[in-house]
């Protein structure tokens, strides 16, 4: 089984797909400031209704941009850490997973990289007067 994540958009969603990237179940959340609360909740629901053990994941596909600058921080690192405690692989992608991302996931280092679209918003601090 392979898990994929979705944290760009205002929907957080973890989807199972099978050996042959045949969608297995979906689960989905609303909530865009939130997906640091819904997403572990979500892999652990889904994995949970379909009987799915850790070890039973072959790789996790995770959307590793474009999207909000927050949520993409949220499931790389997410995926990125289950990856690595799993010892499996993860791969960032744009999309739904496919068929040729089932070669590049196989060969795919440890970790994905988020693939921003603008730069974050960082205020400056504010001059204090003691």
């Known amino acids: ?7 760009s958009k205002e929907i957080t969603s973890a989807k199972l797909f099978n050996e042959q990237l045949n969608l297995v179940d979906s689960i989905s959340k609303i909530g ?3 997906q640091s609360e819904n997403l572990l909740v979500l892999i652990d629901a889904i994995l949970f209704k379909n009987e799915i053990a850790n070890k039973d994941l072959k790789g996790i596909f995770v959307i590793s941009g474009p999207g909000s600058y927050t949520g993409l921080r949220v499931g790389v690192a997410t995926a990125n850490a289950l990856a690595f405690v799993l010892g499996i692989n993860v791969l960032g992608v744009d999309r739904v997973p496919s068929k040729k ?9 440890v970790f994905a990289l988020p693939k921003y679209s603008y730069p974050p918003k960082i205020t400056k601090e504010k001059p204090r007067h003691y």
């Open 1 to 7: 089984m392979y898990l994929f994540l979705d944290t």
């Open 32 to 34: 865009q400031r939130n």
């Open 101 to 109: 991302d089932l070669k590049k996931i196989e060969t795919n280092s």
